[in-house]
């Protein structure tokens, strides 16, 4: 027992995918659905009348923006629900009283939320695949990105949900902070696209650096480049792992 | 025998600045059942909770086994178990399910022979495949005691087990617990069911106001602070208690046809021969005598409600 708890990381992972499979049905079906419906008004009904963005048909160009903007809001929403939902209704004393270090936590809950989110994230690709084509520049560079997104969004969304005393307070950032971000951040357009203020103000938005990376990926370029982007996302990781392990030391809203 | 859960100058203010725990120092040893007894409030769930680790303590140290609760985390609360008051649950999930998910968040491998067994011992197996949300209160109890023996602890707190729950139920638990101690696992159970720690508890805390007031051995404690009732059933009724009985005190019962004389087992001099001979001497006859010792509800009440520094 002096190492790492591996079966205790194990049972939190498991108990957190079965929650997930509890609600497969929506939890795939949804994003399918609404990735269909942004396809059929952004991509056929406006698409067709936009001509191409950097050279990329604007169906296709909307793809990384669309996995983006799911894998956000599935992202916390997954995580925050995990922690939230033991606090709320009590059943945190187990987790506390247990011994499992806060890394095990982390690598328990996050990495199960992450889990989804990259089953959705590829749900939506496999569903955009039934519109149009989607080119994919490299593959492996967009499977990495995803991953790190889905770790960092399912890692504030954990912050969120300890922080959160309220069903409430755990809607209030993904639905007011992250949404327009994300909308605002170059989701269904490029930031060149915008009046030279307007851009500017834009590049305050660390949503930009990611949906502009995860564009690079399959296009092979994106607003930004990607060392930016790869440096936007590494700092949001290393600020919310900050973040956590602070939450648990000082036992922040878990412990008295 | 080795002490198993050492705390030492233990105390815990809340951030409201309510001081939940004074300074308690406390040694349980391997193998025993002890009660902690104490009104609401009087700190009993927070002590459990820090030696837990689900609350953290404001000064002071707590050992399980040798191992720091804080630097030793791991290997303490491996071997502590803990059944809180509420019924806290997870509603949607399998009652296996959830034992399992507790044996292997405590680091052990999965047994399902093991599982089989506690949920048969807490009558649970008919039940293993139903949603927690299904059960009944009691049930569900026997659930959190699953999941808290799902990994074998050698150290188990039972905060409040039988609150709410009933007679049968009750019973059922307490065969529970001698099975535990029987296999060598130490218990410590908080109740204010003076009944409960009377047929259990070897040892007796009491705890008021954040204070643990006393520690002693159950038969002991009631030995020591125990009171005797000596009742004498009369021959013939009388109206009121004759003046030359007034050194005893005595009180008038069953409408006149008893006298009642409670006296303290500790003083040397408990009175019986004097007030017998007494009523000889005034001639009063009686049928039958019989004495009875206080309960530990009463010694309790009355060491809860002594001013401060009498107590023990």
């Known amino acids: ?256 | 025998m080795a002490a198993i859960l050492s705390v030492r100058a233990l105390s815990k203010q809340y951030a409201s600045g309510h001081k939940a725990l004074g300074s308690i120092d406390l040694d349980v040893e391997e193998g025993e059942i002890f009660a902690l007894l104490g009104p609401n409030g009087a700190g009993k769930t927070t002590l459990i909770s820090i030696v837990c680790g689900i609350v953290n303590a404001s000064a002071g140290s707590v050992r399980v086994a040798g191992h720091d609760i804080v630097t030793g985390y791991r290997a303490a609360r491996a071997m502590t178990g803990l059944v809180p008051q509420e019924l806290h649950t997870d509603s949607f999930e399998r009652v296996i399910d959830t034992v399992r998910f507790s044996r292997g968040l405590f680091g052990r491998p999965r047994d399902d022979a093991l599982i089989e067994k506690i949920l048969r011992d807490l009558s649970l197996w008919d039940k293993r495949t139903a949603r927690i949300q299904e059960l009944s209160g009691g049930m569900k109890r026997r659930v959190m005691i699953a999941k808290a023996l799902s990994h074998e602890p050698r150290l188990l707190f039972l905060d409040e087990p039988t609150a709410g729950v009933d007679v049968e139920l009750r019973r059922d638990m307490w065969e529970v617990v001698r099975g535990l101690r029987a296999s060598g696992v130490t218990i410590i159970l908080t109740t204010h069911y003076i009944e409960e720690a009377e047929e259990m508890a070897d040892r007796v805390g009491v705890i008021n106001h954040g204070e643990l007031i006393l520690v002693e051995e159950k038969t002991a404690l009631m030995k020591k602070l125990g009171r005797k009732t000596l009742r004498i059933a009369l021959a013939e009724p009388l109206d009121a208690v004759p003046p030359d009985l007034a050194p005893w005190a005595p009180a008038l019962i069953d409408e006149g046809h008893g006298l009642e004389y409670v006296f303290d087992t500790r003083s040397e001099e408990t009175g019986i021969s004097p007030l017998l001979g007494k009523l000889g001497a005034l001639g009063i006859g009686y049928k039958d005598l019989n004495t009875q010792e206080s309960s530990l509800e009463e010694i309790f009440v009355s060491l809860v409600h002594a001013p401060k520094g009498q107590a023990a």
Not at chain 1, 21 to 38: D, N, Q
Not at chain 1, 106 to 113: H, N, P, R, T, W
Not at chain 1, 224 to 229: D, L, R
Request: overall charge positive; aromatic content about 14%.
């Open chain 1, 1 to 256: 027992m002096s190492g790492s708890n591996v079966h205790g990381i194990k049972a939190i992972y498991l108990f957190e995918l079965h929650r997930f499979a509890r609600t497969l049905l929506t939890g795939l079906f949804v994003p399918a659905i609404t990735t269909s419906l942004y396809f059929i008004v952004f991509g056929s009904a406006i698409g067709s009348r936009m001509t191409e963005v950097d050279g990329v048909p604007y169906g296709a160009f909307i793809v990384p923006g669309l996995i983006m903007l799911s894998m956000f809001t599935e992202s916390i929403f997954n995580a925050s629900f995990g922690i939230y939902m033991p606090k709320w209704s009590g059943t945190i004393y187990e987790l506390l009283s247990a011994p499992v270090s806060p890394l095990e936590t982390v690598i328990g809950y996050v990495g199960a939320a992450a889990t989804k989110s990259m089953i959705i994230g590829l749900v939506i690709l496999a569903t955009a695949h039934l519109f149009v084509a989607v080119p994919i520049a490299h593959p492996v560079a967009m499977i990495g990105f995803m991953a790190l997104i889905a770790v960092s969004f399912c890692l504030f969304g954990f912050i969120l949900g300890i922080w959160a005393k309220s069903f409430e307070q755990l809607q209030v950032i993904p639905m007011l902070v992250v949404m327009p971000m994300t909308f605002l951040g170059g989701a269904f357009y490029s930031i060149d696209m915008l009046p030279p203020a307007w851009r500017t103000v834009t590049l305050f938005n660390p949503i930009v650096y990611l949906i502009s990376g995860f564009r690079w990926t399959f296009f092979g370029k994106g607003d930004v480049s990607i060392t930016v982007s790869m440096g936007a996302i590494t700092a949001m990781l290393v600020v919310c792992l900050t973040i956590i392990f602070w939450m648990f030391r000082t036992g922040y809203r878990l412990k008295n």
